[in-house]
Nanobody, 117 residues
Framework: QVQLAESGGGLAQPGGSLRLSCAAS????????MSWARRQAPGKGLEWVS?????????YYADSVQGRFTISRDNAKNTLYLQMNNLKPEDTALYYC?????????WGQGTQVTVSS
């Protein structure tokens, strides 16, 4: 079955960096676009952050992270990444990776990112 497992979250200072990873299994990773989304507070809506095409040829970003975050993927390792630089307190959130396959949306369990001094 499709499984997505995020890792790499933690505590960072404002202006700092973190790199998130998402290990994928149970499907042909190289055939599907992937994305990152985040939930900034319990009960708050999910915010799309970034997306990447199946072959990595094009990437997309929310205005709130444009120029600070970089999405990438390694199809040989079935892994999605999110490099987050110049972190801000408002980036504090639970970050999820996501893919849509055969009409169904799949999510990992999330990795917590906290930006605080």
């Amino acid at each position: 079955q499709v499984q997505l497992a995020e890792s790499g979250g933690g505590l960072a200072q404002p202006g700092g960096s973190l790199r998130l990873s998402c290990a994928a299994s149970g499907f042909i990773f190289s055939s599907y676009p992937m994305s990152w989304a985040r939930r900034q507070a319990p009960g708050k809506g999910l915010e799309w952050v970034s997306g990447i095409l199946s072959d990595g040829s094009d990437t997309y970003y929310a205005d709130s992270v444009q120029g600070r975050f970089t999405i990438s993927r390694d199809n040989a390792k079935n892994t999605l990444y999110l490099q987050m630089n110049n972190l801000k307190p408002e980036d504090t959130a639970l970050y999820y990776c996501n893919t849509d396959r055969l009409g169904r949306s799949y999510w990992g369990q999330g990795t917590q990112v906290t930006v605080s001094s």
